[in-house]
């Protein structure tokens, strides 16, 4: 398995074109799930799941960054697991849209930071890139 360059949007990561770590998530996957649900992306096999609320980039600074608990506080509602972004900011144009099934590389890497005290294999990480993003290094 061979360790790609480094990439310039997510430092201390690599790309690796290498499939094969993620084929026991195909293998593990039940075919009769709805593609509409989490359950058709992520097998069941692991006796918790959580979700990752990607933060929303300001809409005048885009370096600025509003997580989705300083929104519900702002607008005095309750954040639960099933809270949707749009009921969340309903009627506000306020906050710019979170990313898509997506994390930058501040987010991935705090992620990785606080997952690693829950695996065997610390220095090991693996995050699924979609070669539909576009991006150059999914480009064959």
Partial sequence: MDIGEPVAWAPGMSLLSDVSPAAWVAAALTATTSAATVA?????????????LPPTYD??????????SEIAACRGVALTAGTRFDDLVAGSDRWGRPSDGGLDARETQTLARVLS????TPDQAYFC???GFGLAETQA
């Fill in 40 to 52: 058709a992306m992520v097998p069941p096999v692991f006796s918790a799941y959580a979700r990752v």
């Fill in 129 to 131: 890139l979609w070669e």
């Fill in 117 to 120: 005290s829950f695996t065997h």
């Fill in 59 to 68: 809409r005048e600074d885009e370096q600025r960054r509003h997580r989705w």
